[in-house]
């Protein structure tokens, strides 16, 4: 058995993969993650790549800090949730259950603004009624 410190190589599911983006197995390749709570993303890509590309992947576990795309303005210090794109998001207002990824360590600006998210709590889910 091998164990994994750093990131790791996966072959690009249909549809393709971006950069600092959540992504999903699917499979056996690596897809975008999406908002619904019921995903579990494995880590963030860490390179764009079209489907049967390999990329590396940032493992979600591997502890430290993972750079991630904002589907939208998050103030530093927020909680981000999974969002479409397999991007993050901060909790959004619509009733819904969302999956917690960790905590925003600087401020996003806009949609597709690249912050630095400390991974916690990432299997735990809020419910927004």
């Known amino acids: 058995m091998q164990s994994n410190k750093g990131p790791k190589a996966f072959t690009v599911g249909i549809g393709g993969v971006y950069a600092n983006r ?3 197995l699917a499979s056996g390749t690596v897809v975008l993650n999406t908002a619904t709570a019921t995903d579990d993303p494995i880590g963030v890509s860490l390179r764009d790549g079209s489907a049967a590309d390999v990329v590396s992947v940032e493992l979600i576990n591997t502890g430290g800090t993972i750079e991630m795309t904002a589907a939208g303005a998050i103030t530093s210090g927020a909680v981000v949730y ?3 794109s397999g991007k993050v998001q901060a909790l959004p207002a619509a009733a819904a259950t969302y999956l917690k990824i960790g905590i925003a360590l600087e401020a996003a600006s806009a949609d597709g603004s690249i912050i630095e998210v400390l991974p916690y709590d990432y299997t ?3 419910t927004v009624s």
């Open 22 to 24: 959540l992504v999903k």
């Open 82 to 84: 999974a969002a479409a």
């Open 124 to 126: 735990s889910t809020t």
